[in-house]
């Protein structure tokens, strides 16, 4: 076949089954310019190889088996990319549930009680002896 039948049969193929295959494509993506992008590089990479390709290959079912893998592989993807996402958010939120709960634990009356009195026994370490006794005693 020369290369002016082959460049005849393509635009043959392309005319008829471009349409088809982008509808397939997103049936099964919902985004249509993925779906041609996904069609065009399938329709690309069978020109590219149409020399290497086996004289029994049909041509639209080797396109079809192109698209098909690169529809399967971009469904892959986004369920992992939405598995990433959901752990992502789970996460998240474990994260924002321990600050409410460690927020809902905190007695700001306790914890400065305690800074308090540490520092009422720093300061009383620092007075004479005498001075301590007195104050000690005062507050029983």
């Not at 919902?30 to 590089?41: G, T, Y």
């Not at 892959?76 to 990433?84: A, E, N, P, S």
């Amino acid at each position: 076949m020369n290369s002016h039948e082959d460049i005849q049969n393509f635009n043959a193929l392309f005319n008829e089954y471009y349409k088809r295959f982008i509808h397939f494509a997103v049936g099964y993506l919902r985004d249509e310019q993925v779906a041609e992008d996904f069609v065009s590089e399938a329709f690309t990479i069978y020109w590219e190889n149409r020399a290497n390709l086996i004289p029994e290959t049909i041509p639209q079912a080797y396109i079809l088996a192109i698209i098909k893998n690169k529809c399967l592989n971009h469904i892959k993807h986004t369920l992992i990319k939405q598995k990433v996402t959901d752990e992502l958010r789970n996460h998240s939120e474990w994260k924002l549930q321990t600050k409410i709960s460690t927020l809902e634990a905190c007695d700001p009356d306790f914890i400065f009680s305690k800074e308090l009195q540490e520092l009422i026994n720093a300061t009383l370490e620092k007075l004479p002896a005498k001075t301590r006794q007195i104050f000690s005693l005062s507050r029983d």
